[in-house]
């Protein structure tokens, strides 16, 4: 509902592997710390799903009909804003271990 989804999985594959860098293989403290760091971003896209779903799924017979262009616009930009900082609600970091340099 929040059209976070891709962004969540794109991230979560990200930080998965970096998390499994501080435990030396242990997979609890892996996923510990990809909880840790993952959480608050899923938190904050979860509570914006469950806000368009309320918003999408209101009584019909308790809305407005008509809405005006500037009380639409207003609605598109609220949206929007929201949508973003649930986008930036985390800082991720570089791992340079994943990197790899060309050999040859």
Known sequence: MSGQGSSLALIGAYVLP???????GDHEA???EYDRVMRPFIAVNQALGIQSAQFLTQDPTSARVELSGREIESVIHRSTDRIEDAANAITLKDYPAFTTEPTG
Do not use: D, H, L, V
Not at 18 to 24: D, E, N
């Open 30 to 32: 892996a996923f510990a």
């Open 18 to 24: 970096a998390s499994s860098q501080p435990g030396g």
